[in-house]
């Protein structure tokens, strides 16, 4: 992998964007030689997959309601699959969630 610094990266971006579109190179990009990015081409696959999904929004939307009903089902109609969701996230992201599942695990 090449590794280019900040300031020849901005100068020489063009290039580099070539180099990693037409040869496939990666490149780490560092800030004052400590790692910062990495700038790599989409692998093959990555590209098959998008090309795969050729569902038109509608599908998509349909999809996704029914996933919601579907997830709807299993409330008990205090609140919304969506307002349990909204929930779970803001404990998720409580450090106290986590240090009373700590707890319970040296229980």
Known sequence: MNEVGMREFRTDLSAILRRVRENGESFEITNRSKLVAVLKPIQRWEKEIALVDERTFEQR?????????????????????????????RDLADPRYWEEQIVREDR
């Open 61 to 89: 939307w349909e999809e996704h309601m029914r996933l919601a009903e579907e997830i709807g089902k299993h409330c008990d109609g205090e609140f919304s699959a969506a307002e349990a969701v909204a929930e779970q996230r």
